[in-house]
């Protein structure tokens, strides 16, 4: 992938932060820089989802309450998966999903729309939204970074 220059300095900071890798940076050893970038994250810490098919979601609500809902809760949820895709990284839709459910209902949604980023996605990430979700670190881009 290709990072840009900002993104690169970020990541030479991070890296530089990060004590279980100083015997890789001296070494130059770029593959194990990006293998722990790309690893889950610790602390554990999610990101949401921008392509979450609507299946998924579909699997996850409870049909009965959903039935009990006013045509209008209905009609957005609707309209937020009509597309086959609801993307999670939008506060927007996310908002939709708080007009349309409450309680565990709300819950269960927010924990299918968001995974464990790795170290490499939360890096890039505010608000848990990621710049890089789905994408892995290469080590030129490390390499690159280092320079």
Same mark, same amino acid.
């Given at each position: 992938?290709?990072?840009?220059?900002?993104?690169?300095?970020?990541?030479?900071?991070?890296?530089?932060?990060?004590?279980?890798?100083? &015997?890789?940076?001296?070494?130059?050893?770029?593959?194990?820089? @990006?293998? !722990?970038?790309? /690893?889950?994250? $610790?602390?554990? *810490? =999610?990101?949401?989802?921008?392509?979450?098919?609507?299946?998924?979601?579909?699997?996850?609500?409870?049909?009965?309450?959903?039935?009990?809902?006013?045509?209008?809760?209905?009609?957005?949820?609707?309209?937020?998966?009509?597309?086959?895709?609801?993307? &999670?990284?939008?506060?927007?839709?996310?908002?939709?999903?708080? @007009?349309? !459910?409450?309680? /565990?209902?709300? $819950?269960?949604? *927010? =924990?299918?729309?968001?995974?464990?980023?790795?170290?490499?996605?939360?890096?890039?990430?505010?608000?848990?939204?990621?710049?890089?979700?789905?994408?892995?670190?290469?080590?030129?881009?490390?390499?690159?970074?280092?320079?």
């Amino acid at each position: 992938m290709s990072l840009t220059l900002t993104q690169l300095a970020t990541l030479k900071t991070d890296v530089l932060a990060q004590p279980t890798l100083t &015997a890789a940076v001296l070494a130059a050893d770029w593959p194990t820089v @990006a293998l !722990f970038y790309n /690893a889950g994250s $610790t602390p554990s *810490a =999610n990101v949401w989802i921008p392509n979450l098919p609507a299946t998924v979601l579909n699997g996850t609500v409870n049909w009965v309450a959903f039935a009990a809902k006013t045509v209008q809760q209905q009609n957005t949820y609707f309209a937020m998966v009509q597309g086959g895709f609801v993307d &999670a990284t939008s506060a927007n839709i996310r908002a939709g999903f708080g @007009a349309v !459910f409450s309680g /565990a209902d709300l $819950t269960a949604l *927010a =924990n299918i729309a968001q995974q464990v980023g790795t170290r490499f996605e939360v890096l890039f990430s505010t608000a848990n939204v990621s710049l890089v979700f789905g994408q892995t670190l290469d080590p030129a881009d490390v390499q690159k970074a280092m320079a």
